[in-house]
C-alpha cells in the first residue's frame, strides 16, 4: 500500500506540530487503512528525509508526500522537491510522487470562514474582515489570499473584507485594518490563511490590534482533512496512469 507522508513547513512553536499531528489524526479516522505519517521541511522534527527512509524500511515501496501548504511558494517548488529527490537517489527502490498543495480549494475557504464565525464574526454588520496569510516573494501565492478576500467582499455582507500578510507583501495588517476602518468598518475580524499556529500568525494577531477578533488557524477541520486525502488520491492515480502508459 502507499503510504502518504504529509509534509508542514514546522515551526519552533511546539503548538505548531501539535496541530499538524491533530490534522492528521482526522486523516487516520477517516481513511483507518491508509499509513499517514507526519515529517516537515525544517525547525520541527521529524524531517521529510527521515520519514520517507523509515516508510521504505517498514515496507512500502511506493509514498505520496502531501505538502501541508496552502500555495505554491517557496516552499511548495523548491524545498519539498528538493527533499524527495535527494531520497530519491539514495532509496530508487522507494518511488515517490509529489501531491499539489492544498490551495486553491473551496474547502479551505470553508475551514477559514467557520474559524471566523466560531471566533464570533457573524455574517454581515459592520464587521471588517481581514484575510490574513504568510506573504511571499511568489506573487502567484499572495494573489491567491488576495483572490479570495475579493471574492468574499461580494458576497459577504461585512462592511469590507481585504488580504494582509504577516511577510514579504503588501499590504501588512496595520494598512489592511486602516483601510477597513476608513471604509466604514466599526469592528475588525482577522481570518486565518494559516494551517497552524506559529511565528506568523502570532505575528498577525499582535498587528491587528487588541480590539481585533482573530480567528484560529484552520487546523484540524474535518474538510482539510478531506482535502490531504483529495490530493493523496489525486497523486496515486497519476502516478498509476503513467506507469500503464
Do not use: C, Q, Y
Amino acid at each position: 500500500m502507499t503510504a502518504l507522508v504529509a509534509v508542514a513547513h514546522g515551526s519552533r512553536n511546539p503548538r505548531s506540530a501539535a496541530t499538524v499531528h491533530e490534522l492528521l489524526d482526522v486523516v487516520r479516522v477517516l481513511r483507518p487503512s491508509l499509513d499517514v505519517r507526519a515529517s516537515f521541511l525544517d525547525l520541527s522534527a521529524p524531517r521529510l528525509g527521515d520519514v520517507l527512509r523509515t516508510v521504505h524500511a517498514a515496507g512500502h515501496r511506493s509514498a505520496v508526500v502531501v505538502p501541508l501548504l496552502l500555495g505554491k511558494a517557496f516552499h511548495a517548488r523548491v524545498d519539498v522537491p528538493g527533499a524527495v529527490a535527494e531520497v530519491a537517489a539514495r532509496l530508487p527502490s522507494l518511488d515517490v510522487a509529489i501531491a499539489d498543495v492544498l490551495g486553491p480549494d473551496p474547502r479551505l475557504e470553508s475551514a477559514a470562514l467557520r474559524r471566523l464565525a466560531s471566533a464570533g464574526v457573524d455574517a454581515g454588520g459592520d464587521w471588517g474582515v481581514v484575510l490574513a496569510g504568510a506573504g511571499s516573494s511568489h506573487a502567484p501565492a499572495n494573489a491567491l489570499v488576495t483572490d479570495i478576500a475579493r471574492r468574499w467582499a461580494r458576497g459577504s455582507g461585512w462592511a469590507g473584507v481585504t488580504a494582509a500578510f504577516a511577510a514579504t507583501a503588501a499590504p501588512d495588517v496595520p494598512t489592511a485594518v486602516a483601510r477597513l476602518r476608513a471604509g466604514g468598518a466599526r469592528r475588525i475580524a482577522v481570518a486565518s490563511w494559516f494551517l497552524a499556529p506559529g511565528l506568523l500568525p502570532d505575528r498577525v494577531a499582535r498587528l491587528a490590534g487588541p480590539d481585533a477578533v482573530v480567528a484560529p488557524p484552520l487546523g484540524p477541520d474535518p474538510e482539510v482533512a478531506e482535502l490531504v486525502l483529495h490530493r493523496f488520491d489525486a497523486a496515486v492515480g497519476a502516478a498509476l496512469a503513467v506507469r500503464s502508459a
